[in-house]
T-cell receptor, first 113, second 112 residues
Framework: KQEVTQIPAALSVPEGENLVLNCSFT??????LQWFRQDPGKGLTSLLL?????REQTSGRLNASLDKSSGRSTLYIAASQPGDSATYLC????????????FGQGTILTVHP | IAGITQAPTSQILAAGRRMTLRCTQD?????MYWYRQDLGLGLRLIHY???????GKGEVPDGYSVSRANTDDFPLTLASAVPSQTSVYFC???????????FGNGTRLTVT
């Protein structure tokens, strides 16, 4: 059974810092990996999707990498802002699971001015 | 604005009652999903549908049923609610298996 772990569980940083969120998964036979953002009381917003054949994806100040063989992904946030404060979730899709994601429990990020 | 609409936003329900959570998407996505989110347990898949007319069981399907009569709608029914079904329920959709998931804003359900 696939298990997804995110470290750290919570992170508090001053505005402007670059930061890294970590995600690991136990079964490397994944189809893709997705990073989401969740604001309090809201649904999830997709940030980046990395296919199993890709090494990284970038969107603005966000960069996500994937090392499938070691079962790891990182989300890099450059020049953090208070508006980045949210819970960040990592999720993987197994080889033939057609979009059925297994989620990590998330990292709660607080960026203070 | 294109997206997923869930209703109701929140509900308090007596144990033993029947309840249907509604989910509608206007993006013409093939696949739809129901997740529940619980503190300490994260998001877990309840049921899914790869395309209209088909459904499948996820990780925690017991006590829930779904139907997919058309592309846009994917209701989730609790036949006889129990307190352990107190949770936040999210509906999601994706165009195809390698596409990002889009989520609704959730339904907060409390079973007393």
């Amino acid at each position: 059974k696939q298990e997804v772990t995110q470290i750290p569980a919570a992170l508090s940083v001053p505005e402007g810092e670059n930061l890294v969120l970590n995600c690991s998964f136990t079964d490397s036979a994944i189809y893709n990996l997705q990073w989401f953002r969740q604001d309090p009381g809201k649904g999830l917003t997709s940030l980046l999707l990395i296919q199993s054949s890709q090494r990284e994806q970038t969107s603005g100040r966000l960069n996500a990498s994937l090392d499938k063989s070691s079962g790891r992904s990182t989300l890099y946030i450059a020049a953090s802002q208070p508006g980045d404060s949210a819970t960040y979730l990592c999720a993987v899709v197994g080889g033939t699971s057609y979009g059925k994601l297994t989620f990590g429990q998330g990292t709660i990020l607080t960026v203070h001015p | 604005i294109a997206g997923i609409t869930q209703a109701p936003t929140s509900q308090i329900l007596a144990a033993g009652r029947r309840m249907t959570l509604r989910c509608t998407q206007d993006m013409r996505h093939n696949a739809m999903y129901w997740y529940r989110q619980d503190l300490g347990l994260g998001l877990r898949l309840i049921h899914y549908s790869n395309t209209a007319g088909t459904t499948g069981k996820g990780e925690v399907p017991d006590g829930y049923s779904v139907s997919r009569a058309n592309t846009d709608d994917f209701p989730l029914t609790l036949a006889s609610a129990v307190p352990s079904q107190t949770s936040v329920y999210f509906c999601a959709s994706s165009a195809q298996s390698d596409s990002p998931l889009h989520f609704g804003n959730g339904t907060r359900l409390t079973v007393t």
